[in-house]
């Protein structure tokens, strides 16, 4: 079957009413039916409760605070690199964006305009720039890190659909990641700006940064921007800047001739928080 015909029934589907009913499901807390509930998760997916600060699972009040669990200290040494991978996942896509066109899967390219909601000044900063596009599945940990040093400047919510963002939906939907909701987080550092986007999912309750808290919901429908000129929220490399409640996809922007990538790095390639990204180039 054709990936255009497997996301078919994506279309069909209730996805923003599912979305709002698996958020307010995990953030019940229910007792033994949680328990059961994360027992069966973590069998399902492999989760390696292991490296988990707090490896007891019954001690999760809701599903939303097992899904969050932060990592035990020295779980994920920081490498020796300018850029570091900011989560545990996949690489989807990586590479050069082609003056403004990301490549997000055979046939399919979204631009960079479209990706930050429509900002086109924002978007030129990056033109033959390069980009990098990372799937986080059900069983990774779903807490999100600085890939460098940075200053954030704003912080865009830009509304959209809720598609899958699964590898299967990234080929067979056109400009996935510029349709769904996205959260869009612009920092200044060393290297120059850069932008790293949140982009939920069906059953994706919420995205909450460290500076703002639950970015959503409520989910109003339009673009909300909000602007950090005048505070000064510096992040350092490794720190925390986010998390998702249930899996989904990051996507970096960076300017040209800021980013050498990883030689090791390529499409479906597992990836774990904290490795080489890459380097400035020579």
Not at 193 to 215: D, E, N, Q, R
Request: contains cysteine; charged residues 20%.
């Amino acid at each position: 079957m054709s990936d255009r015909l497997a996301v078919l029934p994506q279309y069909l589907l209730p996805k923003q009413a599912l979305t709002v009913l698996a958020g307010k499901l995990a953030s019940k807390e229910a007792g033994n039916l949680t328990t059961s509930v994360i027992r069966w998760f973590v069998g399902r997916y492999n989760v390696n409760m292991a490296e988990a600060a707090n490896p007891d699972i019954a001690s999760y009040k809701s599903f939303n605070e097992f899904f969050t669990r932060p990592l035990k200290d020295g779980a994920r040494p920081f490498a020796e690199a300018d850029f570091l991978c900011p989560v545990d996942g996949a690489i989807s896509q990586f590479g050069a964006i082609e003056r403004d066109q990301i490549f997000q899967a055979k046939g399919h390219r979204y631009s960079t305009t479209a990706l930050v909601g429509g900002d086109r000044k924002l978007a030129e900063q990056f033109e033959n720039g390069s980009f990098a596009t990372l799937y986080l599945s059900p069983r990774d940990y779903h807490r999100i890190h600085m890939p460098c040093a940075g200053k954030l400047t704003r912080m865009i919510y830009v509304p959209g659909a809720l598609f899958s963002v699964n590898p299967t939906t990234a080929r067979g939907v056109p400009g996935l990641f510029a349709r769904n909701e996205r959260v869009v987080c612009v920092f200044e550092s060393a290297f120059g700006p850069f932008v790293l986007t949140l982009v939920g999912a069906t059953i994706v309750g919420s995205m909450a940064t460290v500076w703002h808290g639950t970015v959503n919901p409520p989910r109003p429908g339009v673009v909300r921007e909000w602007r950090y000129d005048e505070q000064n929220i510096v992040l350092q490399k490794g720190d925390e800047m986010g998390r998702f409640l249930l899996g989904s996809t990051v996507v970096m922007l960076f300017p040209k001739d800021t980013l050498a990538f990883n030689p090791d790095w390529a499409p479906a390639r597992a990836l774990r928080m904290g490795e080489a990204m890459g380097a400035t180039p020579v």
